[in-house]
């Protein structure tokens, strides 16, 4: 009788699940709860995690198995499921769900309203009771300017608590109100009904109603200067300066009507970077960047779904715009906008920018990300607590005798098999060592594991150097002749011959045994070894069959992810520099093509093989390529080997860990 495949022994008996909407948690031994989801269906979305444990993704098998009971409940409607959902994440904070982290503490600008007299601070603060708040903004010197402008179109109050309270009692204007910077009811020149509509105006700007107040101040500007009253039709001009002011420091993006929220999202295996544009009156108001790290694998929709969750759960109902733009469509965005119009009491739709203006902005947006990501891991590893904790934990987890300060890791990429090159790059104290970077031209191979094997060969061979080699007799440097005997110096010994504590792969299995293959072969079992698989971010040591995994927040799988994606980096620049040098050594056989018509050529037709395509007619369309040369051109490509196209190679560029 056939046994049935292994699975956590609290898994719940057939029927017991309901199949109404729900949310559930997993718990551990202790009753910490360890993750917190939502479901349509609840039978069917846990029945995901009892599956076989070989069947599940290493990470939700590390989950499922660190728990040890799981409990649900039964909500009526799907958007009952995502708000639970939200609030028991807020409150039980679960290891296994993703993690936020703002990078940092955004200045806003806000306006206290539930004052007497609201005045216009800078804060970092967002529990100020009944404030209004505009932002984030990058910089604090980006709020001043800001008000500093705004205060010259709708003087408002700045000063201190004190001072207005000070001002109010005695009847003597607050001392910015003396020197013009503040508007406020303590300036005596308006009273505190006055000043209120003045704010009301102050927030309906910043709110995207500038169209509005340009226009009334343009009207009352001519109807003045008609009147022949210059003094005030030079008061509205300077107000509309300081309008147009404000309004170029964040350029019209979208129609003038839009207001919108959009995500730009930059993702790997173990992290996400969020940017938020805020837009509101087709500009961008405010900018948040946020990191998050993800636990067990999401991406996509369900991120998506994470990240708007977060950012308007506890939002107030005016700052939900009309319209969210995001990259990916969540699975349940029907009732992510059923849950948003509860919030708002006004109708909002969720979009993912596909073309024109939106798109425009969405690519400039994840572009902000993915440099945020990029910055994020560079932070991580160069950071020295960071660091010593990674290699500390390497050595822990890899079972070495001591922290690996030296690191050297390899990866092999390629063009749909051919144009093979290898890249080798170093850390030391988990630091790059650019200089001691080293790329590998690959010959006749016959696939991945073969081509690291010969890189890892050569690159062995540099330790098994006699001693001797690297000193040098230099009679030469004994020039004067009273000196019988030569003069023995003693070179530097070259940098490629350090001998490293941990080789680490771009790869999984397979690649790791070819690479402990080599290894034995050079006399060097020694030197530790391991290989990250990309899809699964899986350490693979020599010899196992089953990968080691780390926690997704480790500091030592930063630093491998870091090296790999260097690896990567160094081998695809090697790689277009070969393809370059290729095209044009071919091209520069053709009598009459110098180098400057060479670059001509390839950056008019953008790649070889629409250079090969083009008619001799097209080719005499560049400057000073005459009709005979183009035939030289045309003939050559012709009796020439296929070449690798390097317009079209990025989108085929092929690294080791193809087949992790």
Request: charged fraction near 30%; proline fraction near 6%.
């Amino acid at each position: 009788m056939a046994r049935s495949a292994p699975t956590v022994p609290y898994k719940p008996r057939p029927g017991e699940i309901p199949t109404n909407p729900g949310v559930y948690r997993f718990r551990d031994g202790d009753g910490r709860v360890l993750y917190v989801g939502k479901a349509k269906n609840l039978r069917a979305r846990l029945s995901n995690y009892f599956a076989p444990l070989h069947t599940l993704h290493e990470r939700t098998r590390r989950m499922v198995t660190t728990a040890a009971s799981v409990e649900w409940t039964v909500v009526a409607t799907d958007v009952d499921s995502l708000q639970l959902e939200y609030q028991w994440i807020k409150e039980f904070d679960p290891p296994f769900n993703v993690r936020y982290r703002d990078d940092k503490s955004y200045p806003f600008m806000a306006i206290t309203l539930a004052d007497e007299a609201p005045r216009v601070i800078v804060t970092r603060n967002r529990r100020i009771s009944g404030a209004k708040y505009f932002g984030p903004y990058p910089k604090v010197w980006a709020v001043h300017d800001t008000i500093d402008l705004m205060i010259k179109v709708f003087p408002i109050r700045t000063c201190s608590d004190s001072s207005y309270k000070k001002a109010m009692s005695t009847g003597r204007p607050c001392f910015p109100g003396q020197i013009g910077r503040c508007g406020g009811p303590c300036s005596m020149k308006v009273t505190i009904e006055e000043h209120r509509a003045i704010v009301e105006d102050f927030i309906a700007f910043m709110s995207g109603g500038d169209q509005r107040f340009t226009k009334e101040l343009t009207a009352r500007m001519r109807e003045a200067s008609a009147a022949m009253d210059y003094e005030a039709a030079a008061r509205y001009r300077d107000r509309l300066q300081a309008i147009d002011a404000v309004l170029n420091k964040s350029a019209l993006v979208l129609a003038a009507d839009t207001d919108a929220d959009l995500f730009g999202i930059a993702e790997d295996e173990l992290a996400a970077t969020v940017q938020h544009f805020v837009v509101r009156g087709g500009r961008v108001r405010g900018v948040r960047a946020t990191t998050i790290e993800k636990e067990i694998d999401i991406s996509g929709g369900d991120l998506v779904d994470q990240v708007l969750q977060r950012t308007y759960g506890n939002a107030a109902s005016a700052d939900i715009p009309r319209q969210v733009l995001v990259p990916a469509m969540p699975e349940d965005a029907a009732d992510l906008e059923e849950w948003l119009r509860t919030r708002r009491g006004k109708a909002v739709t969720i979009q993912v920018a596909q073309r024109g203006r939106k798109a425009d902005l969405m690519r400039t947006a994840t572009l902000n990300a993915q440099q945020a990501l990029m910055l994020h891991k560079t932070r991580r590893t160069s950071d020295y607590v960071a660091r010593t904790q990674a290699l500390t934990d390497l050595q822990e987890a890899l079972d070495l005798a001591e922290a690996p300060l030296r690191i050297e890791c390899f990866d092999v990429s390629h063009l749909s098999g051919t144009n093979v090159v290898a890249s080798m790059v170093v850390f030391e104290d988990g630091l790059p060592r650019k200089d001691q970077y080293r790329s590998f031209g690959v010959g006749e191979t016959t696939d991945d594991t073969d081509s690291l094997y010969q890189v890892l060969t050569r690159r062995l061979a540099h330790l098994d150097r006699p001693e001797e080699q690297d000193q040098a007799t230099d009679a030469a440097a004994a020039a004067p002749a009273e000196r019988d005997e030569p003069v023995v110096t003693t070179r530097k010994r070259p940098r490629f011959a350090y001998r490293p504590q941990l080789l680490v792969v771009d790869g999984g299995k397979p690649q790791v045994e070819a690479a402990a293959r080599a290894l034995r072969d050079a006399g060097h079992e020694e030197i530790a070894l391991c290989g990250i698989a990309k899809r699964l971010e899986e350490v693979w040591l020599p010899g196992e069959d089953f990968p080691v995994i780390l926690p997704r927040t480790s500091e030592a799988l930063y630093l491998l992810q870091r090296l790999r994606d260097e690896a990567h980096r160094f081998a695809i620049t090697h790689q277009r520099k070969r393809r370059r040098r290729d095209i044009q050594s071919v091209l520069a056989e053709v009598p009459g093509l110098g180098e400057a018509r060479i670059k001509a050529l390839l950056r008019h037709f953008g790649s070889v093989s629409a250079l090969k395509n083009a008619t001799a007619d097209e080719i005499t369309e560049l400057p000073g390529v005459g009709p005979k040369l183009a035939a030289a051109i045309q003939a050559h490509l012709a009796q020439s080997p296929a070449l690798p196209d390097g317009q079209e190679a990025p989108a085929r560029e092929h690294a080791a860990a193809a087949s992790d």
